[in-house]
């Protein structure tokens, strides 16, 4: 089972991809160790969690498909 | 009216002046609010902005921007429509980056109701900016 995380503003920038693919994870807090790993800078910074396009705080189970985006303070207008 | 929400670069007079002309057709609207946003040539330790590069989560947008609309709709029982775009990619300095386009019968909820979608926006709509600088160096910036 494979989700898809994707990286907005900043954060594509700190993770040096806007897209990256995680197999076999089943939690939130799982992929957001797993992502903390990868991208050890990535907690010094502000940022929100969307799941499908649904910003969410918490825990969350995953399923295949899912998209997780990492979302840093928006900046519209 | 068919609605897309981003456009690549900047909002031109020309894309402005269309909307304008679909809001005109409806007969019982009686005033047109609009906020125009533009990019600001900010000056910060010796450089200035020549332009800011706007990145979007695109499917989010979509229902984000949905949402206020809805949400701006029914507090504005008088109101004829609302148009939100916003710019992705390069827009240079002088240049307008987002366009609120607000009919109502009346001008007092036609300019309430701009205001507040253009402060629901600024809060909820997932877009990111990136200021750049005339010696090529970049920040982002949010609107915190």
């Known amino acids: ?77 | 009216m068919d609605i897309n929400y981003l456009i690549e670069g900047p909002v031109t007079s020309g894309i402005i002046a269309s909307y304008l002309e679909k809001m005109s057709a409806d007969r019982n609207a009686g005033g047109h609010s609009f906020f125009l946003g533009q990019v600001r040539a900010d000056a910060k330790d010796g450089k200035t902005v020549l332009a800011i590069e706007y990145s979007a989560y695109e499917s989010m947008v979509k229902a984000v921007a949905d949402k206020i609309i809805e949400t701006v709709l029914s507090e504005f029982e008088d109101l004829k429509s609302v148009i939100i775009i916003h710019s992705t990619g390069i827009v240079k300095a002088g240049e307008v980056s987002l366009a609120v386009m607000v009919s109502a019968g009346h001008r007092h909820q036609a300019i309430t109701a701009c205001a507040k979608t253009v402060e629901l926006i600024k809060e909820r709509l997932p877009v990111w900016k990136k200021e750049i600088f005339d010696d090529n160096s970049h920040i982002w910036r949010d609107n915190q």
């Open chain 1, 1 to 77: 089972m494979e989700v898809k995380v994707l990286f907005f503003g900043v954060l594509a920038e700190v993770a040096g991809t806007a897209l990256k693919h995680y197999s076999d994870v089943n939690l939130m807090s799982d992929l957001k160790h797993r992502i903390s790993d990868d991208f050890p800078e990535i907690v010094h910074y502000n940022f929100r969690i969307a799941l499908n396009s649904q910003i969410i705080e918490g825990e969350q189970e995953l399923k295949a498909g899912d998209e997780i985006a990492y979302l840093p303070p928006f900046a519209g207008g």
